[in-house]
């Protein structure tokens, strides 16, 4: 086996996977099925991050309803195309249309009403959507999005085979960086969010420095892989968010078939949260409050 990326310094402390959080079939939007690990329930959270949902069908029964017009307010989501096409819509006027490899960043805000929709009849639709909370100071400011094309997403290759999409974050391969289109001042000082797409070959290594605070997961949705301390490895069950444990870095090994992972991780916000359906802040007061404003047409107004 082969270190994707050696690590730096022989005192940097492996993060073990403490606890496995399964995912669960279910169905949100009009009818869409898919399978959510963070968030299944109130206690599936991890700071910041609220909700991870994976779609994955070749039957167009499973997904042709798509999510009609809905409203959220109080954190972001990031949309993350594989296969399939669906098209965006929202009450500012945005069209966006995301395609294979495509992301979609919508920082929610005070509100915004909008719809995402399947752009075709049949086929696969394959993806993933994550829920970010933002921090109290945040919540209530003006709506924002980004659709990212395949081709502004940095791609790093990696010694022995591989490759690390990066879609937030920064990664260094080599003493190369390899930053993402969703980096830098917007989130020094909240998340800071790293969500990497790890393509490791079969008997591949991949190890990486992670920031000290920030929590972290990772979620095989191919393949087989483990996790941890050459002396502490751990099989990274398919399909559910491997939380990781406290450390400098983490290191992931491919099994006998090429591995799939995505690595996600943020600096935890520490405060409570409130949260109804797609409405997520910090007090019960702010919930009714966010419930009025919808029933009085007022969510996605401009701020006073």
């Keep these: 086996m082969t270190d994707a990326?050696?690590?730096?310094?022989?005192?940097l402390t492996i993060r073990p996977l403490s606890r496995v959080i399964p995912s669960q079939a279910t169905a949100d939007g009009a009818g869409v099925r898919l399978r959510r690990s963070i968030g299944a329930h109130p206690g599936a959270r991890l700071d910041p991050f609220l909700m991870l949902d994976e779609f994955s069908s070749d039957d167009a029964a499973d997904y042709i309803a798509g999510f009609p017009a809905h409203p959220h307010r109080g954190f972001e989501t990031v949309t993350y195309m594989l296969?399939?096409?669906?098209?965006?819509?929202?009450?500012?006027?945005?069209?966006?249309?995301l395609t294979p490899g495509s992301v979609q960043w919508m920082t929610a805000g005070r509100g915004i009403i909008h719809s995402e929709m399947p752009e075709q009849e049949s086929g696969r639709m394959r993806g993933f959507q994550l829920w970010v909370n933002l921090p109290a100071r945040l919540k209530m400011q003006p709506p924002?999005?980004?659709?990212?094309?395949?081709a502004e997403l940095p791609v790093a290759a990696l010694p022995g085979g591989g490759r690390v999409k990066v879609i937030a974050g920064e990664l260094e391969v080599d003493g190369q960086r390899h930053t993402g289109p969703i980096a830098g001042e917007r989130f020094a000082d909240s998340t800071d969010p790293l969500y990497w797409d790890i393509h490791l070959p079969p008997g591949a290594v991949f190890s990486q420095r992670l920031p000290g605070g920030h929590q972290g997961f990772l979620y095989l949705y191919e393949g087989e892989a483990s996790v941890g301390h050459p002396a502490a490895l751990r099989a990274l069950p398919p399909r559910a968010a491997g939380v990781l444990g406290e450390g400098d870095a983490v290191r992931i090994v491919?099994?006998?078939?090429e591995a799939r992972v995505l690595l996600i991780a943020g600096k935890p916000l520490r405060e409570p949260v409130a949260q109804y359906?797609?409405?997520?802040?910090?007090?019960?007061?702010?919930l009714r409050q966010a419930l009025a404003d919808l029933q009085a047409g007022r969510l996605a107004l401009p701020a006073d």
């Design 83 to 97: 296969d399939g096409h669906m098209r965006h819509e929202d009450h500012l006027g945005n069209r966006g249309h």
């Design 254 to 257: 491919a099994g006998s078939r």
């Design 5 to 11: 990326q050696p690590a730096r310094s022989t005192t």
């Design 144 to 150: 924002w999005y980004r659709d990212i094309a395949p």
């Design 277 to 286: 359906g797609p409405f997520v802040m910090n007090t019960q007061d702010e």
